[in-house]
């Protein structure tokens, strides 16, 4: 993302009709915008963090619309910056009309349209939200499930980098220590007795341990898990879906073949958000219907391949087949394979889950509603998922990535302690390593292709 100083406006209300829409404009040299757009007596201003009804007028003086002015001015603002919300009505054409008209009142100043993320990029580059708080900020916006909102929420007012500072403030006074001691070798004394470095460090690792432990599960809560259900044709994935979601989103028929293209629906499980995919009974491509049938089946394989657990269900009134042995062959290594014994009605099967070695089978009726809890339990159990009263942060892969290569890096720094005093330089590297990995997480350490590729994932506006 290319970041200038230039003052910025865009339309910061989601795209659709609406009550009330917002044009946010931020920057240095805003007073010509609202001389020109917002109709104030002669000599008057707008008071800082006082709404003021007015006209928005164009360049004619003819009202474009009537609303809210609030002037925002630096640094108590959301950027940091002079900040001017224009609060109209939610139509898509007034509010472009009134975008149209700030650009063009700014045109003299340089104000331009904002880069998606850009209100927010400048928010974190004026100390008002570190990077994993600027992160949070997206993940609110999107949460797909209250959990989800809740632990965003979490993340944005300062948790999850509170934890983070927490940790840096430790390695930071273990590696004060350890250069110390180097810098006065003269000095002779045990370190690492002496200033129980050894004790430090354990204690160190431990509360990275539970930060690690913490973001997994709001990582969990942020991106959900991909469920794909695989299996030969009849045997009730459609079925179960529908079962699942709670309303026929999945077409049922006796005829083999019927899904022929996949078919998501998200579903929440104690707030984590579930992504069910439904997709083609598999079956040998000379034994497809037709051409739409095995272009299906294609798309089934790729489903498989990025699923984050693969459901292969059966039929428990006639047992598993060559088929399905063939099946679990081509199955992904190292994906999760739950096996769903399905039609436990016709089998006389009772509902249960089985744990062996190779997987875990779940015996279920997705017709009577019989075992999904079972189901639900087991999702979350192969996820990882551990309920809990702590309030989770939400947590994105680069973190978890962070916290994993700065725990990587502790635990040599613990190999290279054990060599007592003859490796304080390795030892001292191997802190300093682990501080810049977790530096990146709130900003404090990072590149500006790593901020641009964050920021513009944002929506325009924010």
């Keep these: ?266 579903i929440q499980i104690e707030g984590i958000p579930i992504n069910i995919i439904d997709t083609a009974g598999i079956r040998e491509m000379a034994d497809a219907g037709d051409e739409v049938e095995r272009i299906g089946i294609e798309r089934t394989w790729g489903a498989v391949k990025h699923a984050d657990v693969i459901l292969h269900m059966l039929d428990a009134s006639r047992g598993p087949t060559r088929a399905d042995e063939q099946m679990v062959e081509r199955f992904p290594p190292g994906v999760p394979v739950l096996r769903l014994w399905n039609k436990i009605d016709l089998s006389g099967h009772k509902p249960g889950i089985d744990v062996t070695p190779d997987a875990s089978h779940v015996y279920l009726s997705a017709t009577d509603h019989v075992g999904l809890d079972l189901l639900r339990a087991e999702l979350l159990r192969i996820a990882g998922w551990q309920q809990t009263g702590e309030s989770l942060f939400l947590a994105r892969e680069r973190h978890l990535v962070a916290l994993k290569a700065a725990g990587a890096h502790l635990e040599l720094a613990a190999e290279l302690a054990a060599q007592n005093d003859q490796a304080l330089d390795l030892f001292a590297e191997e802190l300093r390593l682990a501080q810049e990995r977790l530096n990146s997480i709130t900003g404090e350490f990072g590149s500006d292709d790593l901020l641009g590729v964050i920021f513009s994932r944002f929506c325009i506006g924010k």
């Excluded at 880069?115 to 570190?130: C, I, S, V």
């Excluded at 929420?153 to 509170?162: D, E, H, M, P």
């Excluded at 969990?220 to 699942?244: F, H």
Aim: aromatic letters at 4%; glycine letters at 10%; a negative charge.
């Design 1 to 266: 993302m290319n970041l200038d100083s230039s003052p910025i406006a865009a339309i910061a209300t989601a795209p659709g009709r609406g009550g009330i829409g917002v044009v946010r404009l931020s920057g240095k040299n805003l007073t010509p915008v609202m001389q020109a757009v917002c109709r104030l007596s002669a000599g008057a201003a707008l008071q800082p963090r006082h709404a003021t009804y007015l006209d928005f007028i164009d360049a004619d003086g003819g009202i474009i619309d009537q609303g809210l002015a609030i002037y925002f001015k630096a640094p108590h603002s959301y950027t940091g910056e002079d900040v001017l919300e224009l609060q109209g009505h939610g139509g898509p054409v007034v509010l472009q009309m009134l975008l149209a008209r700030c650009l063009e009142a700014g045109h003299a100043v340089g104000l331009r349209l904002a880069q998606p993320g850009e209100f927010t990029h400048r928010a974190f580059l004026n100390d008002k939200l570190d990077l994993a708080q600027a992160e949070a900020v997206a993940d609110l916006i999107e949460a797909s499930t209250e959990a989800a909102a809740k632990s965003a929420l979490q993340s944005l007012s300062g948790a999850f980098s509170k934890v983070i500072h927490g940790l840096v403030e430790q390695v930071i006074h273990l590696r004060m220590l350890v250069e110390a001691t180097l810098d006065f070798p003269e000095e002779e004394i045990d370190f690492l007795e002496k200033s129980d470095a050894r004790g430090q460090l354990t204690r160190i690792r431990a509360a990275l341990a539970q930060a690690l432990s913490q973001a997994s599960q709001g990582a969990l809560l942020r991106d959900g898990l991909n469920v794909v259900l695989a299996g030969q044709p009849n045997v009730g994935k459609s079925s179960l879906l529908n079962a699942l979601a709670g309303s026929d989103v999945a077409i049922v028929t006796p005829i083999a073949g019927t899904t022929r293209d996949k078919v998501t629906e998200t």
